[in-house]
């Protein structure tokens, strides 16, 4: 029934413009703007939705993904721009990298939050 659909992601956020200028100037995507939404453009060409809740609460898992070609460049790149990635005690190091591929676990991958809180993530696939 919905096969052909041509469906979409979306999460909320608390702060309209400080979304975008994290997502358009932190994070380089696309961005525009329409009846305060936000849509971002993702290099694969899909589109995700973004809108303003007054009682946001962050997500508790990994909203958006972002595969790279080289995890620690990304890493080194994004923590230069300000970006702070999640610790998680025994699973990432000191950068916040978690080495899945080393044991098997899944892929190497690195997690931060945008400014409302949401997870998102840098992952070498």
Known sequence: ???NS?????FSVNDLRTARTFYEQTLGLAVSEFNDMLTLRL???????VY?????VPAEYTVL?????????AVAGLTALG????????????????WGSK????????WFTDPAGN????LKL
């Open 1 to 3: 029934m919905l096969g």
């Open 6 to 10: 041509k469906a979409f992601s979306g």
């Open 43 to 49: 290099g694969t060409g899909a589109e995700v939705f």
């Open 52 to 56: 303003p809740k007054p009682n946001h």
């Open 65 to 73: 993904n972002f595969p790279v070609e080289d995890i620690e460049v």
């Open 83 to 98: 970006v702070r990635f999640e610790q998680y005690s025994g699973m990432t190091d000191d950068r916040g990298i978690a």
């Open 103 to 110: 044991d098997g676990r899944g892929p190497d991958i690195a």
């Open 119 to 122: 997870i998102l993530s840098v």
